[in-house]
């Protein structure tokens, strides 16, 4: 079985280094001249899915915008993470997960097991009950040869709060999980399953991660602010292992599909250069 660290790893050599999301919020829609409902939601991921399925290493559906219609918004997730299987692309679904016991062994198996129709390749998750709280999860993803995206330096200020403050060995909060998740990555080629999320408008982080030896999901860029050049300033050396990811920047270039793909080639020539010159 091959991990989701050695598939990513292929994705981003054959597609290049970079992940777009889909974010169907109202405000998306209404640009696209869609209607905030389920059928404007399924036309949206649809023109999504056609205009870069084939052609990106990753994307990455938000599921919230999903879940606000109910069961026929999750029929609509179900539908569009299907498609972008058939596609080639692989699923990263952004649902920052997090909880104990047998409540985060069922979010594993919504999201990790083959058997779920939710299944994708990886989730985010977040680690702030405890980054061994999500130990269920991570072995259903390496069971199945899934991966998970933890959270690690978000771009939100309150993030701050939580992530930068200092343990009683010196760490920040931040730095213990990025510690963590590196041990656990430990001896994976040729790239760790488990990544951590660090906002791409953060600037120069202060924290190692110099070890951690799996994905870096560096969102925040376009729309938000951040640059393809900032990723240097956040990322430093460890730059090789980032994995660029857009939303907006894209999206807003639709709903004509070859608009969208012009976008997603725009900011991956972007990417391309800013990482081969780390």
Known sequence: METFGARLYRAVAERGPLCVGIDPHPGLLA???????VAGLDRFSRTVVEAIGDRVAVVKPQSAFFERFGSRG????????????EAGALVLLDVKRGDIGSTVSAYAAAYLDPSSPMYVDAVTASPYLGVGSLAPMFELAAAHGGGVFVLALTSNP?????QRAVAADGRTVA??????????????????????????????????????????LAPGLGAQGATAADLRTVFGSSLPSVLPSYSREVLHAGPE?????AAAERV???CRTTLATS
């Open 74 to 85: 999750i029929a609509v997730l179900e539908s569009t993470i299907r498609q972008l299987r």
């Open 31 to 37: 640009r696209w001249g869609l209607a905030d409902d």
């Open 268 to 270: 991956l020539a972007e």
């Open 158 to 162: 309150e993030g701050a709060a939580v």
């Open 175 to 216: 730095q213990t999980v990025i510690d963590e998740i590196s041990q656990l990555n430990r001896g994976a080629e040729p790239l760790g399953s488990l990544g951590l999320v660090v906002g791409a408008t953060i600037g120069d982080t202060g924290h190692d991660l110099s070890a951690v030896h799996g994905p870096l």
């Open 257 to 261: 599909v070859a608009a969208l793909r």
